[in-house]
Nanobody
Framework: QVQLVETGGGLVQIGASLRLSCVLS????????MGWFRQTPGKEREFVAG????????YYADSVKGRFTMSRDNAENTVSLQMNNLKPEDTALYYC??????????????????WGQGTQVTVSS
């Protein structure tokens, strides 16, 4: 069974940076495309960033392009999300997700097979 464990959330001020990490265990990491999603109360879970299983292609929501960078290290079974210039609207519970897929990144959360427990990011003014 795949397990995903996220770390790195916290409370920061506007303009600050945070780095989220997610470790996958239980299955070969290179079989999975990976995604970061976020959710706020009363709203649907939304795609933030994704990377293909090879790590060659990454995709971002328009709202985070230029500020967030997703990377993966297949040797360490880890994906990271570097978040710079954080804004109050980035406040959310952030989830790491794994999609058993060696093809294109999926943007819908329903396409993902495994989820982490979530890590809270709060950007205060």
């Amino acid at each position: 069974q795949v397990q995903l464990v996220e770390t790195g959330g916290g409370l920061v001020q506007i303009g600050a940076s945070l780095r989220l990490s997610c470790v996958l265990s239980g299955r070969p990491f290179s079989d999975y495309s990976m995604g970061w999603f976020r959710q706020t109360p009363g709203k649907e879970r939304e795609f933030v960033a994704g990377v293909t299983s090879s790590g060659r292609h990454s995709y971002y929501a328009d709202s985070v392009k230029g500020r967030f960078t997703m990377s993966r290290d297949n040797a360490e079974n880890t994906v990271s999300l570097q978040m710079n210039n954080l804004k109050p609207e980035d406040t959310a519970l952030y989830y790491c997700a794994a999609d058993f897929n060696r093809g294109p990144v999926e943007f819908s959360p329903s396409r993902y097979d495994f989820w982490g427990q979530g890590t809270q990011v709060t950007v205060s003014s």
